[in-house]
């Protein structure tokens, strides 16, 4: 069974880190694309980023609000992926989900299709002084 | 970044109703637009992709149409399973933003 499960949420003081995992298991996870995506109370999906796979030359890419603030990397060995969280801001308070990346079978006119297929539970992280 | 507007915010409707929800982008994707299904305090689900592809074991009764900078999801026959809260996304490129939700809630 492919599953996601999220940990390391809790609650930290605004300008305070926080590192959060996300252990995979029952797939291929090195060749897995994955991405992070929050929800704050409330409120609808927020996309943070995402890591390609090593093959596909292991890059990331963020969301603004996120950038220069929050890494993602992976432990292909340990089957993991991470988020480090700095400098936290109220804003940050959300439910961080992880999730794989499913590319489709076909190609469109710019290339494969992607979606989020499975998510973890999820995991709360609070910032709040 | 591209915006996501869905329309309405929520609507009500009864078991066998057929619901209609609309997705607009500030340019065009083509086709790359995902819909997403998310329950309360669960975790979302991956319905279609490319607009109107519908992933495994979605029931039939989902639809997506549309391209470029109109899209829409259609709800057939409104089963009581099928109230929850609806995103579109879209993976023409990042960040890959999503709409703002539409709740579907029961009358």
């Known amino acids: 069974e492919v599953q996601l499960v999220e940990s390391g949420g809790g609650l930290v003081k605004p300008g305070g880190s926080l590192r959060l995992s996300c252990a995979a298991s029952?797939?291929?996870?090195?060749?897995?694309?994955m991405s992070w995506v929050r929800q704050a109370p409330g409120k609808g999906l927020d996309w943070v980023g995402r890591?390609?796979?090593?093959?596909?030359?292991?890059?990331?890419d963020y969301a603004e609000p996120v950038k220069a603030r929050f890494i993602i990397s992976r432990d292909d060995s340990k089957n993991m992926l991470y988020l480090q969280m700095n400098s936290l801001k109220d804003d940050d308070t959300a439910v961080y989900f992880c999730?794989?990346?499913?590319?489709?079978?076909?190609?469109?006119?710019?290339?494969?299709?992607?979606?989020?297929?499975?998510w973890g539970p999820g995991t709360t992280v609070t910032v709040s002084s | 970044d591209i915006q996501m507007t869905q329309s309405p915010s929520s609507l009500s409707a009864s078991v066998g109703d057929r619901v209609t929800i609309t997705c607009r982008t500030s340019?065009?994707?083509?086709?790359?637009l995902n819909w997403y299904q998310q329950k309360p305090g669960k975790a979302p689900k991956f319905l279609i992709y490319?607009?109107?592809s519908l992933r495994d074991r979605v029931p039939s009764r989902f639809s997506g149409s549309g391209s470029g900078t109109d899209f829409t999801l259609t709800i057939s026959d409104l089963q009581p399973e099928d109230f929850a809260t609806y995103y579109c996304?879209?993976?023409?490129?990042?960040?890959?933003?999503f709409g703002q939700g539409t709740k579907v809630e029961i009358k």
């Open positions: 340019q065009s994707i083509s086709n790359y």
């Open positions: 999730t794989t990346i499913a590319g489709s079978a076909r190609r469109g006119p710019l290339g494969y299709y992607y979606g989020m297929d499975v």
């Open positions: 490319a607009a109107s």
């Open positions: 890591i390609k796979s090593k093959t596909d030359g292991g890059t990331t």
């Open positions: 029952g797939f291929a996870f090195n060749h897995a694309w």
């Open positions: 996304q879209q993976t023409y490129n990042t960040p890959r933003t």
